[in-house]
Structure formats: C-alpha cells, structure tokens
C-alpha cells in the first residue's frame, strides 16, 4: 500500500527564521510526484511545490524548498525566512503517475510566531 | 479567472438523510476529484471523474456516489447518512486527468455535519 507519514504534527518557528517539515513515504513504484500544500485556516488548499520523482534536482518556490532523497524515499519542506502568513497546516502528498489520485500525509501545523 | 466552486459552504444533516454537493471546477478544467476531509482519518481520496467518466474510486462504501456532467461540474452524493461522514468534503480540478501538469486547484469545501 502507498502511504505517506508526517511525523510531526505540530511545530512553531520564530519570524524570518527557518524551518524544516519532514516526510516520508512508502511506494514500489518508480514514477510518481511528490507535493507539499498548505491549508491555511480559511481551508483552500494551495499547492506550495512539487516533484518529479525522475528528477534529481530538488525543487525550488522562492522561500520554499524541498529536500528530495528517492532512495530514502524522504520528501522534507523547507521554508526560509518564514513569515506570519505561513502560518497553516501543511501536507505532503504521494501521486502515482497514471492516477488524478493524491494519498495525503496526516499534515503538520505550522505556527509562526512574531 | 474564478476558482473552484463549492456548493453549499456548510450544512447539517440528520442520520439516515441524503445529501449532494456541488463542484464546479475552474473553467476549461475537465477532471474533478473528491476527497473527505476529518481529524481523525485526515484527507481521503473519493472519487476521479475525467469526462463524465469515473477514473478512479477511493475505499468508501457505496453509499458514497459521484457523477460529472458534461459541462465538467461535479456532484456527490452520500446516502443514509452515519455520524461519521461528518466531515470536510473538498472538490479539486485540474486540466487533465493523471497527469502531474495537471495541478489540483481546490476549492474550499463543504462542511456536512451529521446530526
């Protein structure tokens, strides 16, 4: 089965510093993609930054930053120079190539404090 | 250009009703998928519809059914309904179904709640 494990449910950061989501996930598959949305507390989700899972290099948002290890398969978010407007919950999610389908981790709250 | 739209934004229902919620997808979009939404089970795939076709279903009991027309708005709909379909319940589009450039725009759901 394909799952996808955030181990942190919550964590806070101070304004302007950086901090670091992690995830990880269980597939046999070789092509896939990897997401990281945010769901802020009016509920839209948004989508923050993906991955190919066939490219090596990792994904880059302005602030937004991804540390892609297939082989570990470990998918981190990384957010520099957090702002209050960062504050939300934040989820990884898993998509096998040939599916609309998106497996979901459990999400991770993220407080930015000024 | 306007986003995905959610209709209704909340409602209550009782045990034992039925209801259907409405997704009408960004234009020109024509995949449309379902997912549940709940503290305890986090976010959980329902149903793919591409073309009025259903792509792909979720491990939901078949009280939980979907259709798409063929201008690409959605309905779902859940029958006889438990305590535990209360719930967020979020409709996302995108261009093209299973594709990645197909990115999921969503919408900002519909909270049911089961009285």
């Known amino acids: 089965a394909q799952t996808v494990t955030q181990s942190q449910p919550e964590m806070s950061v101070q304004e302007a510093e950086t901090v670091t989501l992690s995830c990880t996930y269980d597939?046999?598959?070789?092509?896939?993609?990897l997401f990281w949305y945010k769901q802020p507390p009016s509920r839209q989700m948004i989508l923050v930054i993906r991955q190919e899972a066939y490219k090596q290099q990792n994904a880059t948002e302005n602030r937004f930053s991804v540390n892609f290890q297939k082989a570990a398969k470990s998918f981190s978010l990384k957010i520099s120079d957090s702002q209050l407007g960062d504050t939300a919950m934040y989820f990884c999610?898993?998509?096998?190539?040939?599916?609309?389908?998106?497996?979901f981790g459990q999400g991770t709250t993220l407080q930015v404090k000024p | 250009k306007a986003g995905v739209t959610q209709t209704p934004r909340y409602l209550i229902k009782t045990r034992g009703q039925q209801v259907t919620l409405s997704c009408s997808p960004i234009s020109g979009h024509r995949s449309v998928s379902w997912y549940q939404q709940t503290p305890g089970q986090g976010l959980q795939f329902l149903f793919e519809y591409f073309s009025e076709t259903q792509r792909n279903k979720g491990n939901f009991p078949g009280r939980f059914s979907g259709r798409q027309f063929s201008n690409s708005r959605s309905e779902m709909n859940v029958s006889t309904l438990e305590l535990g379909d209360s719930a967020l319940y979020l409709c996302?589009?995108?261009?093209?179904?299973?594709?990645?450039?197909?990115?999921?725009?969503f919408g900002e759901g519909s909270r049911l709640t089961v009285l």
């Open positions: 996302a589009s995108s261009l093209v179904a299973g594709e990645v450039a197909g990115e999921l725009f």
């Open positions: 597939t046999s598959e070789n092509n896939y993609y």
């Open positions: 999610a898993f998509r096998p190539s040939n599916t609309g389908k998106l497996i």
